[in-house]
């Protein structure tokens, strides 16, 4: 199994940008690296992903456009770029890998996670 460790959230206010970081132990060749987050009293809501082989992304319709997902095979991490932020983007952001398909995102198919990075947006 995977490690996975998320960095790089903190508190900015409406309009600003932050950029997640997810740094994982190893990839597999199969692996897609995905994002969620959960605000208080929320679900679990998956963000964006990444094919780690082929670098097809995905993004759900409420960041599309704001963010941006890469990666860097070559140091095992994968960013999140969160521009425009919104009130409404605050939440505990967590990484999550597995071999998913590239698409909308359940959180029962990514095996591995790690810790949540909480991202707060306010003035």
């Known amino acids: 199994e995977v490690q996975l460790q998320a960095s790089g959230g903190g508190l900015v206010q409406p309009g600003g940008s932050l950029r997640l970081s997810c740094a994982a132990s190893?990839?597999?060749?199969?692996?897609?690296v995905g994002w969620f987050r959960q605000a208080p009293g929320k679900g679990r809501e998956g963000v964006s992903c990444i094919s780690v082989r082929g670098g097809s992304t995905y993004y759900a319709d409420s960041v599309k456009g704001r963010f941006t997902i890469s990666s860097d095979n070559a140091k095992n991490t994968v960013y999140l770029q969160m521009n425009s932020l919104k009130p409404e983007d605050t939440a505990v952001y967590y990484c999550?890998?597995?071999?998913?398909?590239?698409?909308?995102?359940?959180?029962?198919?990514?095996?591995?996670w790690g810790q949540g990075t909480l991202v707060t947006v306010s003035s």
């Open positions: 190893a990839f597999t060749f199969d692996d897609a």
């Open positions: 999550a890998a597995g071999p998913v398909p590239i698409g909308p995102m359940t959180a029962i198919e990514f095996g591995s």
